[in-house]
C-alpha cells in the first residue's frame, strides 16, 4: 500500500476540541464545553491544516473518507474520495479545474467547489453494477488546478492547465476533472495524449459540437481558444482520432459557421436519432467506435435536458434524461479509459443546487468505469 498521507480533517479535530475520542460511527459530543485551551489546539490544528503543515495522520481519516460520518460533516471532496497530498501510489486523480474564461455565460469556476459540497451525497458502491471504485484503486481529490494568472486569457489558462495535468498523466495518473467550461478539455487532452503516446478515442456527451472552425472562429471572435473550440483544437493537434470519436446529444439552434465534427469522421448522433435508437444501441455504437484503445471520456452537463440540469450556460431543450446518460456510461464498460471530464456546472444558474448533484453522481458513473478499467488491465 502506497503511503497515502493525508492531513486533518475536521473530525479529527472536533475530537480535540471536545476532548476525547468518538465512538461508534456518530461523534459523541463531551458534556463539558470546550476550555480555552482546547480551543486554540483546535484552532492551531486547523491553520496546519490550511497551510498545508500538519504532519500527523489522523487515526480516524480512513473512517472519515468511508462515508460512516453524517452527510453534512467534514470537509468536502470531490466524490468523497480521501484528500490526498502526494501523488505516490495514487491511480485515479479528481481534479477541479473552476475556469469559465472561455465561456460567454460563466460562472462555471464555481461548478469544483459545489460538486465537492454535493458529493457529500454519494455513497461507496455502485448501485447498479456494483463495482466500488475505492476498492479497486487508490482515489484521491488532488484539489484544484489554481490558475495563477486568472486575467491572461484562455489561452495562457489552458498552458497553465495542461502543466498541471501533464505532471499527473506523466506518472500514469488517470484524471478526472470536475470544470469548468468546456475549453479546459483541450489542454487536459494534450496532456491526456502524450501519456498514451498518440491520439485518443473520445466519447462526447454534449448538446453542441464544440468544433467550431478555427479560422472562421478567429475571423469572428478574435480567438480560437473558447468553449466552441476545444475539440477542433484537439483534432488540429492530433490529440484525437476523429473515427474513433462519438459526439452523443447534438441538439438546438445553431451559429451560421462551419462544424468540423462529420467533416473530420466523427460520429454525431443528435437528439432525433437519439430518440430512435435509444441509450443501449448509442452506446454499443459507442464501444465498437473506440474499440480497444485509450478512450476519455468528456461530459458537458448540458447534453442534459434542462429539466434535470438547468445550470448551466447554453442550456438547450430536447435532451437526455439522467437515466439515459446513466444506461450510456453503463454501457461502456470495460473499455481502455485514460481520463474523464465533466464540464460546464454552472450552480449560479441553479439556486436548487441540483445540477451540481447530478455532476457528482455523473461523475461517480466515470470513477466507477475507469476504476474497472484500471484493475481489469492490471490483471491481464
Ligand atoms: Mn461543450
Redesign the pocket.
Known amino acids: 500500500m502506497a503511503a497515502f498521507k493525508a492531513r486533518h480533517c475536521l473530525s479529527s479535530i472536533s475530537r480535540r476540541l471536545w476532548g476525547r475520542a468518538s465512538s461508534g460511527s456518530f461523534p459523541q459530543r463531551d458534556s463539558n464545553p470546550p476550555s480555552a485551551s482546547a480551543l486554540a489546539d483546535a484552532g492551531r490544528f486547523y491553520r496546519e491544516f490550511s497551510s498545508g503543515t500538519a504532519q500527523e495522520l489522523p487515526d480516524d481519516f480512513a473512517r472519515y473518507q468511508h462515508h460512516k460520518t453524517p452527510k453534512f460533516s467534514g470537509l468536502p471532496t470531490l466524490l468523497k474520495a480521501p484528500l490526498a497530498d502526494t501523488l505516490e501510489g495514487l491511480d485515479i486523480a479528481l481534479v477541479g479545474v473552476p475556469f469559465d474564461g472561455g465561456a460567454s455565460h460563466p460562472g462555471t469556476r464555481f461548478g469544483p467547489r459545489e460538486i465537492r459540497n454535493k458529493s457529500s451525497m454519494l455513497r461507496k458502491i455502485h448501485g447498479s453494477t456494483g463495482v466500488a471504485p475505492f476498492s479497486l484503486c487508490q482515489v484521491a481529490d488532488v484539489g484544484d488546478v489554481v490558475i495563477k494568472r486568472p486575467w491572461h486569457g484562455v489561452e495562457s489558462a489552458q498552458h497553465e492547465i495542461y502543466d498541471y495535468f501533464r505532471q499527473l498523466c506523466s506518472r500514469g495518473i488517470i484524471p478526472i476533472t470536475a470544470g469548468g467550461d468546456?475549453s479546459i478539455s483541450y489542454p487536459i487532452l494534450r496532456a491526456v495524449a502524450e501519456a498514451a503516446g498518440g491520439p485518443v478515442g473520445l466519447v462526447h456527451l454534449?448538446a453542441?459540437h464544440?468544433t467550431v472552425d478555427l479560422q472562421e472562429s478567429e475571423e469572428s471572435t478574435g480567438s480560437k481558444y473558447w468553449?466552441g473550440t476545444p475539440f477542433s483544437c484537439a483534432l488540429a493537434d492530433g490529440l484525437i482520432d476523429p473515427k474513433r470519436t462519438i459526439q452523443i446529444g447534438i441538439r438546438g439552434p445553431m451559429s451560421p459557421g462551419k462544424m468540423l465534427s462529420e467533416d473530420a469522421g466523427m460520429r454525431v448522433v443528435d437528439m432525433e436519432e437519439f430518440y430512435d435508437l435509444g441509450p443501449k444501441k448509442v452506446a454499443h455504437e459507442a464501444r465498437e467506435i473506440v474499440g480497444d484503445g485509450p478512450t476519455y471520456i468528456t461530459f458537458?452537463v448540458?447534453a442534459l435536458d434542462p429539466a434535470y440540469a438547468i445550470g448551466t450556460g447554453s442550456p438547450e431543450d430536447g435532451g437526455l434524461t439522467t437515466l439515459e446518460a446513466q444506461i450510456i456510461l453503463r454501457g461502456l464498460r470495460g473499455l481502455h479509459f485514460v481520463g474523464a471530464d465533466f464540464?460546464?456546472t454552472s450552480p449560479p444558474w441553479d439556486p436548487t443546487g441540483n445540477t451540481p448533484r447530478v455532476a457528482a453522481n455523473m461523475m461517480f458513473e466515470q470513477l466507477c468505469l475507469i476504476a474497472e478499467s484500471i484493475h481489469r488491465r492490471r490483471k491481464q
Open positions: 468546456h454534449d453542441h464544440d468553449n458537458d448540458d464540464v460546464c
